[in-house]
């Protein structure tokens, strides 16, 4: 069938290692080709410095961390809530403007699962973004509505993890 050529979502879901990651790899695809893009963050917290963002400084590429760090941590949900409804008011503001080619949501299935974003108000925003932008949602558990709107949906699937031999996370493989 043809069709007008658009943007598409790309949704990366599961429990195993890689949905970060591939979004990151995605990013630096396009930025080898010049295309603008940028990633918003819902779980980290600004003050967090992981490789990534080393990476996006040395390259001139946006990454935005916007949360407060993991939620069973904190002891202010309200705050969390309204992080959160910042974080997705700021993704709005860049995927509407049209001026990025690739916007990545990263961990957005967290404030979906608090309840802090609602699956509809997103697919209701993705709906209506200029018809180039590619968007790229990471996260666990993500919705099912959210995984019948997407184009593409990748879990991942925890074969192995060394976290269960008490392996601590590695710098460069995990942050
Ligand atoms: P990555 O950022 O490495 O691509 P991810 O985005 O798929 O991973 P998240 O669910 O965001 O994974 O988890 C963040 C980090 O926690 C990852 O670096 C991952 O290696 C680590 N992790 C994944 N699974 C587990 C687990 N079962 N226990 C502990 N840590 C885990
Ligand atoms: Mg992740």
Redesign the pocket.
Known sequence: MASARRGLVLL?T???????????GIMMRAWGRDMKVVMLQF?KASHHRFG?HKAAQKMGVEIIPMGRGFTWLSHDLERDKAMARACWEEALKRICSGEYDIVVL??ITYPIRYGWLTTAEVIEALSRRPSHVHVVL???NAPQELVDYADLVTE?R?IK?P??HGVK?QPG???
């Not at 599961?14 to 990151?24: E, I, R």
């Open positions: 990366f599961g429990n195993g290692k890689g949905k970060t990651t591939s979004a990151l779980i990534e990263d961990e990471t996260g666990r991942m925890e993890h976290y269960r996370a493989l995990e942050y």
